[in-house]
Structure formats: C-alpha cells, structure tokens
C-alpha cells in the first residue's frame, strides 16, 4: 500500500507552480492541453478561489474559480493526476473550492464534457437553459467606440 502525503492548498497566483500545472493539464485534461505557462499565469491571477492538492512536493489536483462574490460563480481547470483517481480527492477538491467564501453564492456552475455523473454526486444538476456560448471574442465585428455609445444611446 503506498504511503500519500496529500496536502489541499489556497493559493494565490504566484504561488503555484505553474510548470507543473502545464504538465498536470497536459496529461489528465484533454480539454486544457497545450495551454501556455503565460496563459496559465493569467488565468490563476483572475482566479479566486485557486485550490491544488499534493501529495509531497507533487502536483496531483487542481481547480480555481471566478466569483462575483454574491450572485454567480464558475468552477474551472477541475483536474485529478490519473494515478490518484478514484480516490474520492476529486470530490474532496470540488467540495473544497464549493466551501471557499467567495463562492458562498445563489448559483454556482461548471462546464464538463464527460464528468456530468462526478458532479452530479456531488449535487450539481444538468441545466439546458444556460447553454448559450460565444466563442473568441475577436471574431466579432470590431466597433469603435463612438458607434458602442451611440447605439446605446439609441437603445440598440
């Protein structure tokens, strides 16, 4: 039987280590594959609360989320290394990031393409009514401002 030294941890976004995390998505993530140390990096800074867990000096979980603090949050990036799943640290990690102040809301949501049984044992439920998605904002026709203000001001 191994013996696991796993410790659950806040962090703020300088105190992760962020190459291990790359390495993290990169094997048990096929959704966070290839993300940029950068684009990490700027993920965790508007991020709280950002949770990891550890077994020694191993990154084996991670997860992080956005808040307004009263209303909405989202639970992002949930990951568990593929040799501890199983374990109940998954459920342990999403009940840790549920639990934080910040998320102390009327609704929180998560998005999950095969994990829906996961988190419905912890008590998420399906929702068909907020399914609407805009993908790569720079797509969008770029408007100056001076045309934003004016169909504001037109009611449009």
Same mark, same amino acid.
């Given at each position: 039987?191994?013996?696991?030294?796993?410790?659950?941890?806040?962090?703020?976004?300088?105190?992760?280590?962020?190459?291990?995390?790359?390495?993290?998505?990169?094997?048990?993530?096929?959704?966070?594959?290839? @993300?940029?140390?950068? $684009?990490?990096?700027?993920?965790? =800074?508007?991020? %709280?609360? *950002? &949770?990891?867990?550890?077994?020694?000096?191993?990154?084996?979980?991670?997860? @992080?989320?956005?808040? $307004?603090?009263?209303?909405?949050? =989202?639970?992002? %990036?949930? *990951? &568990?290394?593929?040799?501890?799943?199983?374990?109940?640290?998954?459920?342990?990690?999403?009940?840790?990031?549920?639990?934080?102040?910040?998320?102390?809301?009327?609704? *929180?949501?998560?998005?999950?393409?095969?994990?829906?049984?996961?988190?419905?044992?912890?008590?998420?439920?399906?929702?068909?009514?907020?399914?609407?998605?805009?993908?790569?904002?720079?797509?969008?026709?770029?408007?100056?401002?001076?045309?934003?203000?004016?169909?504001?001001?037109?009611?449009?």
């Amino acid at each position: 039987m191994k013996h696991y030294q796993i410790q659950f941890r806040e962090h703020r976004h300088a105190e992760i280590d962020l190459y291990q995390l790359q390495e993290l998505f990169d094997l048990a993530a096929f959704w966070a594959k290839g @993300r940029s140390i950068e $684009d990490l990096s700027i993920a965790i =800074t508007n991020s %709280d609360p *950002v &949770i990891s867990v550890w077994d020694a000096e191993k990154l084996i979980g991670f997860a @992080r989320a956005t808040s $307004d603090g009263i209303y909405r949050a =989202t639970i992002w %990036d949930v *990951v &568990i290394h593929p040799e501890y799943q199983g374990t109940g640290l998954g459920s342990k990690l999403v009940e840790t990031v549920l639990s934080h102040p910040r998320m102390q809301v009327e609704r *929180v949501y998560l998005m999950t393409t095969h994990q829906q049984k996961f988190y419905e044992k912890i008590g998420f439920q399906a929702n068909s009514t907020t399914t609407m998605v805009l993908d790569n904002q720079s797509k969008i026709s770029t408007m100056t401002t001076m045309e934003v203000q004016l169909q504001e001001s037109l009611g449009v």
